[in-house]
């Protein structure tokens, strides 16, 4: 027995540098980044780009998987029951906080993701067809006061074009019909197709458009102005500063993933969202990186949470 125990003992010790060595050792294969959305959108094209940057820092491929279905959530359930090993994560839109606050049923909980990096946001751009007679954020209101109001199309319920529009009816008193469409794009094009009054999308979705004559900007619904659109003035700017909502997206990986690697990751997406190529690829997009240590991420989302739940309560949004 005496001399069972010895072996006993450093097998343990072995194991545990076996363990020891191989987080210290990661990355040592490809990670995945899951994209809970179709390819194309700003959350897609925002992992594409840190993905590739990320990879980089990190020495292994980092390939983007699209994930989309119920509203986001199909992907993120995947992500949460994934192994906590550091080779799968979750690049998420605000639907990874908002689904709670609408939908009855949840097929994982909130706290079986855990936040890893802000990656960056897409501004929200509030826009009108090209020849419509609105000029500005106050223009609309006041149109959507008139006669039966006006239509804005949005990506579905709970999306951030939903909460524009829900933010604005609070704020304004305008009456404004929600149209809800599957895509952002879909509710673009209706815009611009003239189906619809007016819609708020991604900067990075709708900026071709504008420059293409298509539509017109009235306004951004992010905290500064758009450095690809330096001459539109925020909603704050034209008197309604409670219309704030940006699409971020981050990453966020299963519970139990190691703190070692969540920090790799966050230094790693920090590295490349600083790098010159990057950002030259992202700002002419319209796109704004962020960054940020973990626990900056953290109190973003505490506050996203905060000031949306109670839009999303006297809205009464529901699930479709």
Do not use: C
Request: aromatic share 6%; proline share 8%; charged share 20%.
């Amino acid at each position: 027995m005496k001399h069972i125990l010895p072996r006993f003992a450093v097998a343990l010790a072995l194991g545990a540098a076996a363990l020891s060595a191989q987080a210290d050792a990661w990355p040592s294969k490809p990670i995945r980044f899951v994209v809970p959305f179709g390819p194309g959108g700003a959350n897609d094209l925002v992992a594409r780009a840190v993905a590739e940057a990320a990879s980089r820092q990190l020495g292994q491929p980092i390939i983007v998987e699209n994930k989309p279905g119920a509203g986001s959530v199909l992907g993120a359930d995947m992500v949460a029951k994934a192994a906590p090993d550091g080779y799968t994560f979750l690049a998420p839109a605000g639907g990874v906080i908002t689904n709670a606050l609408i939908k009855t049923k949840m097929p994982y909980k909130e706290e079986d993701l855990v936040p890893a990096a802000m990656m960056a946001v897409s501004p929200s751009v509030i826009v009108v067809s090209a020849d419509s007679p609105i000029k500005d954020l106050k223009g609309l209101v006041a149109a959507a006061k008139t006669g039966r109001g006006l239509n804005f199309s949005t990506a579905g319920t709970g999306s951030t074009p939903h909460f524009v529009v829900e933010m604005l009816k609070l704020k304004s008193g305008a009456k404004l019909e929600v149209i809800p469409y599957k895509s952002g794009s879909e509710g673009m094009v209706a815009v611009i197709g003239k189906q619809v009054d007016a819609t708020s999308e991604a900067s990075v979705v709708v900026l071709p458009q504008i420059k293409g004559g298509k539509l017109r900007a009235i306004a951004s619904t992010w905290n500064r102005r758009i450095a690809a659109l330096p001459d539109l003035p925020t909603a704050e700017e034209q008197g309604y500063p409670n219309v704030f909502i940006g699409h971020w997206s981050g990453v966020f990986a299963p519970r139990g993933t190691p703190e070692d690697t969540l920090e790799k990751m966050n230094a790693a997406i920090n590295a490349a969202l600083k790098s010159p190529e990057l950002r030259a690829r992202l700002i002419p997009q319209g796109i704004d990186p962020v960054g940020g240590s973990r626990a900056d991420f953290s109190k973003f989302l505490a506050g996203e949470k905060a000031r949306l739940g109670p839009v999303a309560k006297a809205a009464n949004m529901r699930e479709d």
